[in-house]
T-cell receptor, first 117, second 107 residues
Framework: EAQVTQNPRYLITVTGKKLTVTCSQN?????MSWYRQDPGLGLRQIYY???????DKGDVPEGYKVSRKEKRNFPLILESPSPNQTSLYFC????????????????FGPGTRLTVL | RKEVEQDPGPFNVPEGATVAFNCTYS??????FFWYRQDCRKEPKLLMS???SGNEDGRFTAQLNRASQYISLLIRDSKLSDSATYLC????????FGAGTRLTVKP
């Protein structure tokens, strides 16, 4: 089954304790991204990756890191989480958008609900 | 001004009603437009793309007005299962999501 998986689905942690949220897709997509979703603000992009070893900042990258060592995996790292990073996080993937053409459908993972105390 | 703006709702309509959502965007160079659907506590899923000529998929009709920079989604004959949040998505160099419009269809 074609899918994007995220782990963990739920996490409660404390300020300053490093954590990693994993994301994996089995559709051979080049493009992967991380979003956070907060009430009234919609989905905001944190980081994205156009392919292996190619990552770039989105709109709200502060406090986050990512890596793309393999095509299928795109983990999100919070080195020192803070309460303002409490949010619902989604990983998404798609085939690479062709220049000048429409973006391809993004497939989202099931989400990770993170609470930082 | 937000790049993509939607009326947050909620829209509460009876079964069988017709309901329309609008979405405005600020970047006139935007290239592609979509509507995604998000059920409560679930991930967003593509509902339909929006083309300049307008397009229809069953009970759903999407329209784009580039001059006025807005897109719309019309749902006819609403079903209980249409209850969800509808996200407007606009792309330029990346995808920009609206905050969503919540729809509740009641018996």
């Amino acid at each position: 089954e074609a899918q994007v998986t995220q782990n963990p689905r739920y996490l409660i942690t404390v300020t300053g304790k490093k954590l990693t949220v994993t994301c994996s897709q089995n559709m051979n997509h080049e493009y992967m991204s991380w979003y956070r979703q907060d009430p009234g603000l919609g989905l905001r992009q944190i980081y994205y990756s156009m392919n292996v070893e190619v990552t770039d900042k989105g709109d709200v990258p502060e406090g986050y890191k990512v890596s793309r060592k393999e095509k299928r995996n795109f983990p999100l790292i919070l080195e020192s989480p803070s309460p303002n990073q409490t949010s619902l996080y989604f990983c998404a993937s798609s085939f690479y958008p062709l220049a000048g053409r429409s973006y391809n459908e993004q497939f989202f993972g099931p989400g990770t609900r993170l609470t930082v105390l | 001004r937000k790049e993509v703006e939607q009326d947050p709702g909620p829209f509460n309509v009876p079964e069988g009603a017709t309901v329309a959502f609008n979405c405005t965007y600020s970047n006139s160079a935007s290239q592609s437009f979509f509507w995604y659907r998000q059920d409560c506590r679930k991930e967003p899923k593509l509902l339909m793309s929006v083309y300049s000529s307008g397009n229809e998929d069953g009970r759903f009709t999407a329209q784009l007005n580039r001059a006025s920079q807005y897109i719309s989604l019309l749902i006819r004959d609403s079903k209980l299962s249409d209850s969800a949040t509808y996200l407007c998505v606009v792309t330029f160099n990346d995808m920009r999501f609206g905050a969503g419009t919540r729809l509740t269809v009641k018996p």
